[in-house]
């Protein structure tokens, strides 16, 4: 193998050494995800506070990520390569914020816990469900490279809204119908929130893979349908 192989097939293992570790950042988030919506229905204080412990190995990994991106950046890459190094540097920051909204569901859970149990956790449940799924398929699409995949789950980002925004309503109507249920409803209020900003980068990972597959070809449009800004309750 001459010098110029051998620095191809360096440059393409630590390629695929990157997308892997974007791959397992994201296992991780999904996993906080995940807990921090069991949390909430188990009322587990002591578990909800090993999940915001948890935050700072998915914060570490995106530090040690952007290290390892700048020492590909500067080893000459052509377009796709480019391409590839940008991507690296956007997704784990995607991935981060989403570590961090799942650790806010989880802080938000044990203020939730001094209320007695809401009929809603069922709503926040399925919302959260829906962000499983909008993350696994992304980071399938990412590592896949698969362009169809990542404009479905772009797509799907509308059905999220829309039930963020079903969720919304029927809080405010239940905050107007009790003021007692002012305090718990806006604790779940801003977990919804964290959960449907969740699905908003999901998105970006999506446009993400668009980009590295396709370069600046033109996204189609998108459906959006978070209609809270002017929701007011039925």
């Not at 695929?16 to 991780?28: F, P, T």
């Not at 699409?141 to 809204?161: G, P, S, T």
């Not at 990972?205 to 033109?218: M, R, T």
């Amino acid at each position: 193998m001459n010098t110029h192989e051998h620095i191809v097939k360096s440059y393409d293992e630590e390629q695929r050494h990157l997308s892997g570790e974007i791959v397992r950042m994201c296992d991780m988030a999904i996993a906080q995800l995940e807990a921090a919506l069991d949390v909430v229905e188990r009322r587990d204080d002591r578990a909800a506070e090993r999940i915001i412990a948890n935050d700072e190995a998915i914060d570490a990994l995106e530090n040690s990520l952007s290290h390892d991106v700048m020492q590909l950046a500067l080893r000459g890459p052509m377009a796709r390569d480019l391409r590839e190094i940008l991507a690296a540097l956007r997704i784990p920051s995607d991935i981060e914020r989403i570590g961090d909204y799942a650790a806010n569901v989880a802080k938000r859970s044990i203020a939730l816990n001094l209320s007695p149990p809401m009929p809603h956790i069922t709503g926040l449940r399925a919302l959260g469900k829906l962000a499983v799924r909008q993350l696994r398929e992304v980071i399938i699409a990412y590592r896949d490279n698969d362009a169809v995949l990542a404009l479905k789950v772009r797509e799907n980002d509308a059905e999220l809204d829309e039930q963020y925004t079903a969720l919304f309503r029927e809080l405010l109507t239940y905050m107007m119908e009790d003021p007692r249920n002012i305090t718990p409803c806006t604790h779940l209020l801003f977990m919804a929130k964290n959960l449907e900003r969740i699905g908003d980068h999901a998105t970006n990972i999506a446009e993400n893979v668009w980009f590295l597959v396709h370069g600046e070809q033109p996204l189609p449009p998108r459906d959006k349908r978070d209609s809270t800004s002017s929701a007011l309750p039925l």
